[in-house]
């Protein structure tokens, strides 16, 4: 089943990750070998989780990357959804006995 509104994963990596270990941005970012901007756009929602970064987590925290990633994904779903009306494509029929060339 499909969550409507998932948070964005930077929301679950700073509640369930940094807080509870007592990070800063600053501090998680050295850990992860990261810039702390780029850790910072993530938490504050504005950049996607990449599978880099992933995996860093995954490596220093234990957070499975596929769990990550999959918290991504049904971020990027619920954002697309949200905006489906505005995709404008006609549904393509296939002609019988016509080929693309």
Not at 14 to 22: A, F, Q, S, V, W
Not at 48 to 59: N, T, V
Not at 89 to 97: E, K, Q, T
């Amino acid at each position: 089943m499909r969550m409507l509104n998932p948070p964005h994963p930077g929301d679950f990596i700073r509640t369930e990750i940094l807080d509870p270990n007592g990070l800063s941005v600053k501090a998680a970012a050295e850990v992860l070998g990261v810039s702390r901007p780029t850790l910072s756009n993530l938490l504050n929602g504005n950049a996607d989780l990449s599978g880099d970064m992933a995996l860093r987590i995954e490596k220093a925290f234990g957070v499975k990357m596929d769990t990550l990633m999959r918290m991504q994904s049904s971020y990027d779903i619920a954002c697309t959804r949200k905006r489906e009306r505005t995709i404008k494509v006609r549904r393509y029929l296939h002609m019988a006995g016509t080929s693309a060339q």
